[in-house]
């Protein structure tokens, strides 16, 4: 009978997803331990299984060791690549995404840019404590190194700009019709992060 069928199959499937979890567990485990006893070498090939599954924390993992050149040549390119798979979830994505744009690797500088990848990990309170922390370091380098009114210009821009800017790798041009503020996308100085008066008065520039 259907019901049967029905039944069996969802068995099938359930006993599968808790066995691919058991593999997922041991991977992991496997992972973190070439990782602890510096065998990166070991620790890539795992850290790419779980990656391509799904696994964002993994895909920073794989993103740093090719940053870094840790076990893997160095390429920024592909560092970049692997930290897009965890973006825009994943704090540890923002902020390394932000030194990237900062310090010009793999990508051409934009400070603004890293200026608000690390502001958004601060103020919304994105990942563990160590997250925050590292990003609030990188905040508060921005905030001392950039230009207020560069400061002041990239809160003008919308949420929706920045996801697109990163995710194009830079390859806007100029800011789009369709990711400029309006009604229905509020500039990143109009969201809710702020104080009254935290900010102060000024005006953005034009297609903003």
């Not at 995710?167 to 400029?180: A, D, Q, V």
């Not at 503020?181 to 009254?196: C, D, F, G, Q, T």
């Amino acid at each position: 009978m259907l019901w049967i069928f029905m039944m069996r199959l969802f068995l099938r499937l359930l006993l599968l997803a808790f066995w691919a979890q058991i593999a997922h567990a041991d991977t992991l485990s496997e992972a973190l331990a070439a990782k602890s006893r510096g065998d990166f070498a070991a620790a890539y090939p795992l850290w790419v299984e779980l990656a391509e599954g799904g696994n964002d924390k993994a895909a920073i993992e794989v993103g740093l060791m090719h940053h870094l050149g840790q076990g893997v040549p160095q390429d920024y390119a592909l560092a970049m690549d692997w930290y897009l798979k965890a973006f825009p979830k994943n704090g540890d994505a923002l902020n390394n995404i932000g030194v990237m744009y900062r310090d010009s690797l793999g990508v051409q500088q934009n400070r603004k840019i890293a200026h608000l990848l690390f502001l958004t990990v601060h103020m919304a309170g994105m990942g563990n404590q160590a997250t925050v922390m590292r990003a609030n370091r990188n905040l508060r380098r921005e905030i001392s190194e950039l230009p207020l009114a560069e400061r002041q210009e990239s809160l003008c821009y919308t949420s929706q700009y920045l996801m697109a800017y990163v995710k194009s790798k830079g390859g806007l041009e100029g800011i789009p019709e369709n990711l400029r503020a309006s009604p229905e996308r509020k500039r990143i100085k109009e969201l809710n992060w702020w104080l009254p008066g935290e900010i102060g008065e000024y005006s953005c520039p034009p297609n903003t």
